[in-house]
């Protein structure tokens, strides 16, 4: 039996970027409504109670829905929405590639950052990894969050034993995926296959007992290891 498709809701004050990316998402998503603004960005999600919201980070506030100095309408609509569906899962999808905007954001609680020039199938991608629990960020992007949250932790030494634990090269697969870096990417700049990439990530995982790419990134953030 097929699983039922994930689904979502599209927020951006832009239609014709609604409809080009609408057209872009396969069978795996079902978009479950569209909003341009805070105001109705905020109703839709109540109502339909999605999987994940796709959503922009520069809105007008809508209707009844300003947007307090200093903050982005992306971010208003996290902490006006997010209690409410406390399920759903927000991914950020926008032209802005400011760390300001991507670390404001994910402070709100956007699990993950895509720029507007991602590719469909990455995106595809990006909503199934945000829905399952798992962290994704444009790998330009990854950086301002690890610095931003790397500090905010105290930055945590590294543990030697630890990192005894993981040969050269699964270093090298570590920082890469703990900053964002699809599979094909790692294999693009280490020159190895896509296949000896997911061998090193599942040693890095067993050997460090974490259970995902959010877990590792968190757990790399904390060390100052990127």
Known sequence: MAESPLRVVIVDDHPVFRAGLRAELDDTIAVVGEAADVGAAVAVIAETRPDVVLLDVHLPG?????????????AEVLKRAAHLVPGTRFLALSVSDQAEDVVGVIRAGARGYL???SAGIDVVKAVHAVAGGDAVFSPRLAGFVLDAFGAAAGETAAVPDELDRLSAREQEVMRYIARGYAYKEVAAELFISVKTVETHVSAVLRKLQLSSRHELTAWASARRLL
């Open 115 to 117: 720029t507007k020039g």
């Open 62 to 74: 809508g209707a009844g829905a300003t947007v307090p100095e200093g903050s982005t309408g992306g």
